[in-house]
T-cell receptor, first 115, second 115 residues
Framework: EAGVAQSPRYKIIEKRQSVAFWCNPISGHATLYWYQQILGQGPKLLIQFQNNGVVDDSQLPKDRFSAERLKGVDSTLKIQPAKLEDSAVYLC?????????????FGPGTRLTVL | AQKITQTQPGMFVQEKEAVTLDCTYDTSDQSYGLFWYKQPSSGEMIFLIYQGSYDEQNATEGRYSLNFQKARKSANLVISASQLGDSAMYFCAMRELLNDYKLSFGAGTTVTVRA
């Protein structure tokens, strides 16, 4: 079974530029998550989708970040314009259902550097 | 309040020895799930082991076992027969209904295995 796919793996941009990340979850997984992980910290949830609907985006800085999951499968996360403090690893995860027993599986992440 | 506490920022272990990583959690929910993930320097978050709050037996997965003490709200990870490839950051995490099944992570523990 294929895992969660993400691209690109690495991205370097200058501040005020825009960037987009792509995620393809495990086949059949209804729930998709985007996390931001600052170096030396645990991941922080940015947004959570159930199929193509947003379940939680309370931690998403909506003035510059946006995310969509149009057909309930792939998802994109966009930052526009980027700030220095956005330098982090962006992790995508998916799970079968929304339950305490259900495991989230993560992709390899996108390492973003903002100069 | 911190939901997941990992008090050991870093640990050294000799190859082939066992190591215990501490994790305590805080919840008033009766139904919750506890997870351990491994994050090597490559950045991918790898699922290791799961323990449900109603599980009476401690979870085991190969060389990983979870020492679950519900009354003390602790879920320590034991890695037996450490290998050089076990060197990584380890995160304890919890999903609970009261938090809309969001995954809450601890700060992580860095494990370095010495030859």
């Amino acid at each position: 079974e294929a895992g969660v796919a993400q691209s690109p793996r690495y991205k370097i941009i200058e501040k005020r530029q825009s960037v987009a990340f792509w995620c393809n979850p495990i086949s059949g997984h209804a729930t998709l998550y985007w996390y931001q992980q600052i170096l030396g910290q645990g991941p922080k949830l940015l947004i959570q989708f159930q199929n193509n609907g947003v379940v939680d985006d309370s931690q998403l800085p909506k003035d510059r970040f946006s995310a969509e999951r149009l057909k309930g499968v792939d998802s994109t996360l966009k930052i526009q314009p980027a700030k220095l403090e956005d330098s982090a690893v962006y992790l995508c995860a998916s799970s079968l259902v929304l339950a305490s027993t259900d495991t989230q599986y993560f992709g390899p992440g996108t390492r973003l550097t903002v100069l | 309040a911190q939901k997941i506490t990992q008090t050991q920022p870093g640990m050294f272990v000799q190859e082939k020895e066992a190591v215990t990583l501490d994790c305590t959690y805080d919840t008033s929910d009766q139904s919750y799930g506890l997870f351990w993930y491994k994050q090597p320097s490559s950045g991918e978050m790898i699922f290791l082991i799961y323990q449900g709050s109603y599980d009476e037996q401690n979870a085991t997965e190969g060389r990983y076992s979870l020492n679950f003490q519900k009354a003390r709200k602790s879920a320590n990870l034991v890695i037996s027969a450490s290998q050089l490839g076990d060197s990584a950051m380890y995160f304890c995490a919890m999903r609970e209904l009261l938090n809309d099944y969001k995954l809450s992570f601890g700060a992580g523990t860095t494990v370095t295995v010495r030859a």
